[in-house]
């Protein structure tokens, strides 16, 4: 009996704005319905760009009610928002953006990168916002390669970088910095050739692991880039087993049980409240 109920293959790949080749890595019309608090993610895989003067990107554009979360393993990007707020996210480093109740930004390669060109490699996750949460104050986390603890495996074949939610081994427990409005654990995983890796799950939460790199093996079936496993809900621990070195994401959330109605950039819980969101966006209330 193997625990991956489902197997996603990327089959849709489109470019967010001239910067940002994506992947889809979880079917964008099932928008979170099987997958909450997780929405979307979108993965670039190592997309190799030539230098240039000019920083391809996406410009300003408006996001309400949930979170944006960009994991930079490769290249460098630079935001800039409707709140003054300007920064960059270089490699190792995460972003976790709470649109909440609004928020118009840019999101482009940043000027140095741009003109040295090189491989960009990140992902880009939106988390749902529980009913509560959706029209909150929007705020940003930026989460440095110093604050994301990282956790040697004993053979010292996998590491465990914990984003957000906890880790533990033994009795030692690795908190992630990203504060969430629900629960949930998202760990950057990396296997060397040959690791074996038994990670324990929550019952009953969303267990999801993308595939960015390389090749595993759980349950006995193998598994490759770029691909998303869905494993049973009910799963207390899975064994992966790197069959070639790999890189994945793995997350894990407690199902939020809301109603989703999504549309472009905004995620709520009602359609009035999507006819809301264009109206505020379209009367300036988001800048
Ligand atoms: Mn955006």
Known sequence: MTQVQKVYTSDRSTWVGDGFPTNSMLPMHEIGNHTSPFLVMGYTGQYRFSPSHHQRGVGLHPHRGFET???????????????????????????????????????????????????????QLWVNLPEHAKMTEPRYQELTEQ??????????????????????????????????????????????????????????WNHLIFILDGEVEIDGQIYTAIQTLYLDPKSTQVEIFAHRTAKILCLSGEPLNEPIVAHGPFVMNTQEEIVQAFDDFRNGNFA
């Not at 490699?91 to 090189?118: C, D, R, Y």
């Not at 629960?183 to 990670?199: F, K, Q, S, T």
């Open 69 to 123: 979360v960009t994991i930079v393993y490769d290249g460098e990007l630079e935001h800039r928002d409707s709140k003054g707020n300007h920064g960059k996210i270089g490699p190792n480093e995460v972003q976790w953006m709470t649109a909440g109740k609004g928020i118009l930004h840019e999101e482009h390669h940043s000027e140095a990168f741009a003109k040295t060109g090189g491989v960009l490699d990140m992902v």
């Open 147 to 204: 604050n994301i603890p990282e956790v040697l495996s004993h053979d010292e074949q996998t590491k465990i970088r914990v984003i957000a939610g906890q880790y533990q081994i033994g009795s030692t427990v690795y908190q992630g910095p990203a504060q969430t409005f629900s629960n949930m654990n998202v760990y950057d995983i990396r296997l060397n050739h040959g690791a074996r890796l038994p990670l324990n799950l929550m019952p009953n």
